[in-house]
Structures are given as structure tokens and as C-alpha cells.
């Protein structure tokens, strides 16, 4: 049997971190003043990609990681190399999410936040399932774009579920809203209407549990958009490809 043999380039991933930081720290700049001002965490998005490149973003000083297939999480957080390696890793879990999938949830070592949580049922899987002293970080996906194929909810849902999580769930710690918007969106139109959304229905929940703009995160924004995404006041990017390079789906299915 024969193997075709790939060529591989190897992302210099130090270089591509330090020019992803250097992006966002100069969009925080550009903000109009009415943005809450927050410094924008940086979630490398790490699906595909195996640990001896997540070892080296860890190295590079980065410790928030995105990974949204649930098996491929469990798999990696649990492994011994990664417990010696990266110990001080916060995993993000940024997959669709299902009620049926909060038991699996639950085998995450490290798990810092689950950004899709997309309705009340799902809530309640695993506000039961928490054990831990600290109440688990979540955002709640919202669907801006409407689109058949992306999870998350409308934003009128988006207020029930809050008040629900606020007032059901005491092992949940409702951290923000996160999209993923329409792929595809030329920035050079504009505003991404998307995250003009995503930003309106912050301002909702705000009024309504009486917080702070400040306290609640905006998760949007990836590889392409990060610095337009961090201009409409996004303060956490999702960015895979541009720090890891191109996937390779042979291996995985795409969600
Ligand atoms: C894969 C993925 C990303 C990262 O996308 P890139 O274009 O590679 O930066 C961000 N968010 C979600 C939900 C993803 O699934």
C-alpha cells in the first residue's frame, strides 16, 4: 500500500499569538467610548489539533482553550500529559450543547465555561450535575443570525433563560452571551449585525437582572473578524485557525 505524503507546514505558533495579542490590544484602542472598557480574553480555539501544539501555545503564556467536540474535550483534559504539561489550562467548551450531553460534560478536567448553553432544560442537566465549590461559568448561546443550522436562542428567549438560570440555578454563574453569527459577513460593510445584536441583547439582560454591562462578556468573534468583533465591544475571541492553522477534517466530523 501506498501513502501519499503530505507536505506539512508547521505554524510558528509563539509568533502567531503574539501577533493575534498585538491585533487585539490596538481594536481595544479603536473602541468608541461608550464600550464597557474590558480586556478581551483570547480563547484559542484548539479542535483537530493534537497536544504537543497545545503545549506550545501554553509555553507561549496562553491558557484559555476552545474545543467544541465534547468526546475530543473529554479525551484531551483527561490526558496525564496534559495534566503534566499545561496544569493550569482553562477549557472553554464551545460545541453545540445538548441536555443529554451534561453527564458527558461532567468528565472535563479543568473546565472553566460552557459557552452554548441554548435553553432551560439544558440548564437544569447541569446545574444538577455540578459538584464543585465554585458555581460553573456559562454564557448563553444566542442565535443572531437565525439560521436553521446554529444552535442557541432568539433574543427573547435569551431573557427567559436568564431569569431562569438567576433564579434556578445556584451551581450556574451566568457569565455572558456568546454568537457565532453568519459566516461569511464582509466587515467592510459595516457593522456585523450579528454582534450589533448580540451587543442589544446584553443591554436587555443588563436592565433586567440590574447589573453592569461590565460583568457580562460578549463571546464573539473569530480567526477573520477578532479585531472587528473586539471594536463592537466583544471581550472574548474564539480564534482556531489563526493560531493553529488550517484543520484538517479527515479525522473529525465538523459539528
Ligand atoms: C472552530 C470554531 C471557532 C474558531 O474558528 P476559526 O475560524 O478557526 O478561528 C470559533 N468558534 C466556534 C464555535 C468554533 O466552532
Not at 439582560?205 to 462578556?217: A, F, N, Y
Amino acid at each position: 500500500m501506498k501513502y501519499k505524503i503530505m507536505p506539512q507546514v508547521l505554524p510558528d505558533i509563539a509568533a502567531n499569538l503574539a501577533g493575534i495579542r498585538t491585533g487585539i490590544d490596538s481594536a481595544v484602542q479603536k473602541r468608541p467610548q461608550a464600550i464597557p472598557t474590558v480586556q478581551p480574553i483570547l480563547v484559542a480555539v484548539s479542535k483537530t489539533k493534537p497536544l504537543s501544539l497545545i503545549k506550545q501555545a501554553y509555553d507561549a503564556g496562553q491558557r484559555h482553550f476552545g474545543e467544541n467536540y465534547l468526546k475530543e474535550l473529554v479525551v484531551k483534559s483527561n490526558s496525564p500529559d496534559m495534566a503534566e504539561l499545561c496544569p493550569d489550562v482553562k477549557w472553554h467548551y464551545i460545541g453545540t450543547f445538548q441536555k443529554k450531553m451534561a453527564s458527558v460534560l461532567m468528565r472535563v478536567s479543568n473546565l472553566h465555561m460552557l459557552e452554548t448553553l441554548n435553553g432551560a432544560k439544558e440548564a437544569d442537566a447541569v446545574n444538577s450535575r455540578w459538584k464543585s465549590t465554585e458555581p460553573l461559568q456559562v454564557l448563553v448561546q444566542v442565535n443572531t443570525s437565525g439560521e436553521e443550522s446554529k444552535s442557541g436562542v432568539t433574543t427573547s428567549e435569551c431573557i427567559e433563560l436568564v431569569r431562569h438560570i438567576h433564579k434556578n440555578c445556584s451551581n450556574l454563574k451566568l457569565s455572558g452571551l456568546m454568537t457565532i453569527g453568519s459566516f461569511g459577513y464582509d466587515c467592510t460593510q459595516g457593522p456585523n449585525p450579528d454582534f450589533t445584536m448580540l451587543s442589544e441583547c446584553r443591554k436587555t439582560v443588563c436592565k433586567e437582572l440590574g447589573i453592569e454591562e461590565k460583568d457580562l462578556q460578549l463571546s464573539m468573534g473569530m480567526s477573520h473578524d477578532y479585531t472587528h468583533a473586539i471594536e463592537m465591544g466583544s471581550t472574548m475571541v474564539r480564534v482556531g485557525t489563526a493560531i493553529f492553522g488550517a484543520r484538517d477534517y479527515n479525522k473529525t466530523e465538523e459539528q
